[in-house]
């Protein structure tokens, strides 16, 4: 059984700063990719920002320069620290696995950026 569990979600200002972090456990035999995709009301889940095994990263446009995703690859867990928050970044924000042939899900965490 794998589990994928996010924390850190939360009410901010706009401009303000919020840090995520996600742990995956259980019975994985090896992770390649992990990551943070988000979904607002009415819309499609979007990738957020993505690390693979190698160390490569991948980010939304919108975010660049503002989230910064990292990686513990010892412990299986994988953080997005999120700058200059927007109104426009409130949503659930989904953590992601990908240990092949399965992916994995955490539950996901509500970000708002309100005044």
């Known amino acids: 059984q794998v589990q994928v569990v996010e924390s850190g979600g939360g009410l901010v200002q706009p401009g303000g700063s919020l840090r995520l972090s996600c742990a995956a456990s259980?019975?994985?035999?090896?992770?390649?990719?992990m990551g943070w995709y988000r979904q607002a009301p009415g819309s499609q889940r979007d990738l957020v920002a993505t690390?693979?095994?190698?160390?490569?990263?991948n980010y939304a446009n919108s975010v660049k320069g503002r989230f910064t995703i990292s990686r513990d690859y010892a412990k299986n867990t994988v953080d997005l620290q999120m700058n200059s928050l927007k109104p426009e970044d409130t949503a659930v924000y989904y953590c992601h696995a990908q240990s092949p042939p399965y992916d994995y899900w955490g539950q996901g965490t509500q970000v708002t950026v309100s005044s």
């Open positions: 259980g019975l994985i035999f090896k992770i390649y990719n």
């Open positions: 690390i693979s095994d190698g160390g490569r990263i």
